[in-house]
């Protein structure tokens, strides 16, 4: 018998909601080790949203509230939660494969002497041992991974585990450690993009590529994203656009930028070339809007049209806009 | 400022990847290997770091087998100083990875140590911040730019909704992300030199993989699309087919 335990990220005094896609995977694996699954979340107060994290399947919700955690430090992190996952009985450990989470799950990994999967797409138990499935080569191969050391930590790819409730005891309770003194680095400033929704965490993602034209032309795409709700929408960006500096890198999807999994993705004026696959291949239905029907795009695109996307969009902006007005 | 760049040689972005026979790796007849891209970009930032101190040294460093050579003298080329080739194969457990690299940089006090943030192989996302905490150094991860002044990194690190402008002091860990620049090719006289650069070849410490590859398979291949229409007057059944079909609106 032994538990898993989920870390649960916190983002201006809040859980992140990413933490219910962990619990919902962490039950699974919790049922076929015949454990249950616990929380942990670090930062210097109790997070809005941690007392609700047993709907999701939290046995118990270990809290850590500390001055000493109130800005991240990858190394003072990962050092209180290589404790508490060292001190329990562990199976496994889940981290979300965002910024943070690939920041610190490497960390625990080395401190704890055991190895991790990241990215990982999918979770099971055999012969009561953990495996996990995580594509490789840019998402052209699938491997399933078998650590042979316990815990078996994991980063999990947001947006792929669906988050499903099923009760649990949910109680929170506070937890402190101690940290000793450890070089580590200091975030002295923060630069926002602009306060959009950045396009690893949109359930929609609008990605524009050279085929606009001109950077004056997003407004084409801000209409699309603004029409479909820019609380679940965001930009995204082809590889070529980025670097004529038409946009932020933060928006590039790719091999050398962000790989993102949302429900729907639009490729408009992108012509799909391998390295732009890489990063958005596992998304859930994908439209592309592309003059040359020969472009590859089409080929993983659910839904294409060939045609002018001058024209095309702002068609499809309207009946978007008018659809989701009339419900 | 003395600097090592851990690279690795991996498949180019561009190859077709078939499964080898046994279903656990893949198969290499007919694959272009490079320079995995991210570690290309540390080790443009790399030599940019060393051009503006004026001085020190850039040592890239590879565990991989003998083929590897190549890919330290492409980084060569770019204008690195020396490599050093830890033979042995490397697997997807980074944390054994980081253990063999570790055990050479523990024989240099490299200022800097840069890495790229993942590997265009096993994407693992790992083996930096690893290398940092077994070194004992603090490790910023994604980093898109940096500058040294006075002992001290100013790195931006590009997260969730922003950039984050880091501070640390070295000796420190860099793992290295997409920023405004490109590597740079290498010119005639950048190849031509890196042939005579010393490469320094050594068997790489024996460290058990305890991260198994019990299967590989292709993707799922998506289903077939379909093409809604031509034109503008196709929008309208696309927008339908997404609220009514696919149900994603
Ligand atoms: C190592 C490496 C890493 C890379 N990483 C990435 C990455 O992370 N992300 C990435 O995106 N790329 C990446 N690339 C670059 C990639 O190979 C392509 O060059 C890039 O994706 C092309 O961008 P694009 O589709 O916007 O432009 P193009 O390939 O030029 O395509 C533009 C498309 O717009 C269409 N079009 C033009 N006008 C119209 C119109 N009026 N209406 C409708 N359609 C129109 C055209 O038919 C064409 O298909 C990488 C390359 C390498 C070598
Ligand atoms: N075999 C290797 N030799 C040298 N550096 C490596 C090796 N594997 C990984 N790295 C470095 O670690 C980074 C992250 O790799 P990964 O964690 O495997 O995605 C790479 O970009 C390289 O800089």
Known sequence: MSNVLVISEQRDGAVRGVSHELLTAARSVASGLGGSVHALTVGDSTPTGADALGAFGAETVKVVADDGFSAYSGERFAAAIAEIAGGGDYGAVFFAATSQGRDLAPRVAALLDVPLAGDVTGVDVQDGGVVFTRPIYSGKAIATVKPTATPALATLRPNVFAASESAAAGSVESVSVEVSDVATATVTSFEAAGGDMDVAEASVVVAGGRGLKDPDNWNLLTDLRDAIGNDVAALGASRAVVDAGWRPHGEQVGQTGKTVAPKLYFAVGISGAVQHLAGMRSAGTIVAINKDPDAPIFQVADYGIVGDLFEVVPVLTDEIRELKSGG | ?249
């Not at chain 2, 690795?8 to 198969?27: F, H």
């Not at chain 2, 980093?143 to 590009?158: K, L, M, Q, W, Y």
């Not at chain 2, 005579?196 to 019990?214: C, D, F, G, H, Y």
Request: charged residues 25%.
């Open chain 2, 1 to 249: 400022m003395n600097i090592i760049v851990c690279i690795k040689r991996t498949p180019d972005t561009e190859t077709r990847i078939s499964i080898a026979d046994g279903g656990a790796s893949i198969d290499p007849s007919g694959v272009k290997f490079i320079v995995s891209p991210y570690g290309e970009f540390a080790v443009e930032n790399a030599l940019r770091t060393k051009e503006a101190a004026g001085d020190g040294n850039v040592t890239v460093l590879t565990l991989g087998d003998a083929s590897s050579q190549e890919t330290l003298r492409s980084a060569l080329a770019m204008g690195a100083d020396a490599g050093i080739l830890l033979e042995g194969e490397p697997t997807q457990d980074g944390l054994a990875t980081a253990k063999v690299l570790v055990a050479e940089l523990e024989q240099h006090e490299p200022d800097l140590v840069l890495l790229g943030v993942k590997a265009a192989d096993d994407d693992q996302q790992q083996v930096g911040p690893m290398v940092g905490t077994l070194l004992g150094r603090p490790c910023v991860t994604a980093v898109s730019a940096f500058t040294v002044e006075n002992g001290v990194a100013t790195c931006h690190r590009e997260v969730e909704g922003g950039t984050e402008i880091v501070e640390v002091m070295l000796p420190a860990v860099l793992t290295i992300t997409k920023g405004d620049f490109d590597p740079r090719y290498a010119s005639l006289k950048g190849i031509m030199a890196a042939k005579r650069k010393p490469i320094e070849q050594k068997e790489a410490a024996a460290v058990e993989s305890r991260l198994q590859t019990v299967s590989l398979e292709l993707p799922p291949e998506r289903p077939e699309g379909r093409i809604v229409g031509e034109g503008a007057d196709a929008a309208p059944e696309l927008a339908r087919l997404l609220r009514e079909e696919a149900k994603v609106l």
